[in-house]
T-cell receptor
Framework: AQSVTQPDIHITVSEGASLELRCNYS??????LFWYVQSPGQGLQLLLK??????LVQGIKGFEAEFKRSQSSFNLRKPSVHWSDAAEYFC????????????FGRGTSLIVHP | GAGVSQSPSNKVTEKGKDVELRCDPI?????LYWYRQRLGQGLEFLIY????????KSGLPSDRFSAERTGESVSTLTIQRTQQEDSAVYLC????????????FGQGTRLTVV
């Protein structure tokens, strides 16, 4: 069965600092990979997705993620964090073995200090 | 509609009562998912619809939970004899199809059982 691990429950960064949120997945073949953001009281918004091809994908709000097959990882990065980026971030995987039903990690809460 | 719509946005119910949660997916989206998100937790898969059939309902926590979808559109999640542990945000998502496509989420229904 597919699974997603987000090892960091909370991440605290200063505004303007760089950010990397970790995501590891467990699946034999290459799954489809996603990062979503959830602001308080809101639904989930898609930041970016990876299906195939170029392993570095660009998303909205200045985010990017890199797929590394050898490490089964899909880490999310941003070079300079803004206070408005404070939110919950979820990594998700969808694969044929799971009928392509998106499976989500537990989430990482991003706290931004001024 | 332009996005996934869920109603009501908030629901407070007494323990033991039945509740119905509604999801209007994006027009033309054949796949529909229900997830549960407990406070401070990740997304827990409940049920998946492809068209009007539910090929995967493995996430429904008990026989008090049921869901249906009609006209390849609106879906209703019903919880009978609600318990306090049912308190959570219930999120609905839809996608154009399953596989190489992303899921779009509604704002969720916050259910509180008192």
């Amino acid at each position: 069965a597919q699974s997603v691990t987000q090892p960091d429950i909370h991440i605290t960064v200063s505004e303007g600092a760089s950010l990397e949120l970790r995501c590891n997945y467990s699946y034999g073949a290459t799954p489809y990979l996603f990062w979503y953001v959830q602001s308080p009281g809101q639904g989930l918004q898609l930041l970016l997705k990876y299906f195939s091809g170029d392993t570095l994908v660009q998303g909205i709000k200045g985010f990017e993620a890199e797929f590394k097959r050898s490490q089964s990882s899909f880490n999310l990065r941003k070079p300079s964090v803004h206070w408005s980026d404070a939110a919950e971030y979820f990594c998700a995987v969808a694969a044929s073995g799971g009928s392509y039903i998106p499976t989500f990690g537990r989430g990482t809460s991003l706290i931004v200090h001024p | 509609g332009a996005g996934v719509s869920q109603s009501p946005s908030n629901k407070v119910t007494e323990k033991g009562k039945d509740v119905e949660l509604r999801c209007d997916p994006i027009s033309g989206h054949t796949a529909l998912y229900w997830y549960r998100q407990r406070l401070g937790q990740g997304l827990e898969f409940l049920i998946y619809f492809q068209g009007n059939s539910a090929p995967d309902k493995s996430g429904l926590p008990s026989d008090r939970f049921s869901a249906e979808r009609t006209g390849e559109s609106v879906s209703t999640l019903t919880i009978q004899r609600t318990q306090q542990e049912d308190s959570a945000v219930y999120l609905c998502a839809s996608s154009f199809n399953r596989g190489r496509t992303e899921a779009f989420f509604g704002q969720g229904t916050r259910l509180t059982v008192v």
